[in-house]
């Protein structure tokens, strides 16, 4: 069974920056890919930044002031995100493809949320 638990959501000002981390843990093989999603209130579902072997993305919306990082010891990905806009409120969710045996295919996982809440 595999978990992510994501951590440091919270209330901060525009401009201001915080830093969330999702950490994976059970029986884990492998993990391929890892991602950073939102969803604000009314709003689809949506990619803000990924990072696997051999690339980072990111949304339009975030280039230049979010950074997706990984620490592929501590199977835990983190967001970094800086000059924070109203616009950013949002539950974020971490995502990750996680292969748990040698000759298992990667499945999805998600974490339960993370609330990033911009306001003066």
């Known amino acids: 069974q595999v978990q992510l638990v994501e951590s440091g959501g919270g209330l901060v000002q525009p401009g201001g920056s915080l830093k969330l981390s999702c950490a994976a843990s059970g029986s884990i093989f492998r993990i391929d890919a890892m991602a950073w999603y939102r969803q604000a209130p009314g709003k689809e579902r949506e990619l803000v930044a990924g990072?696997?072997?051999?690339?980072?993305t990111y949304a339009d919306s975030v280039k230049g002031r979010f950074t997706i990082s990984r620490d592929s010891a501590k199977n835990t990905v983190y967001l970094q995100m800086n000059s924070l806009e109203p616009e950013d409120t949002a539950v974020y969710y971490c995502?990750?493809?996680?292969?748990?045996?040698?000759?298992?295919?990667?499945?999805?996982?998600w974490g339960q949320g993370a609330q990033v809440t911009v306001s003066s």
């Open positions: 995502n990750a493809n996680i292969v748990t045996g040698p000759l298992r295919p990667g499945s999805l996982y």
């Open positions: 990072i696997n072997t051999f690339r980072r």
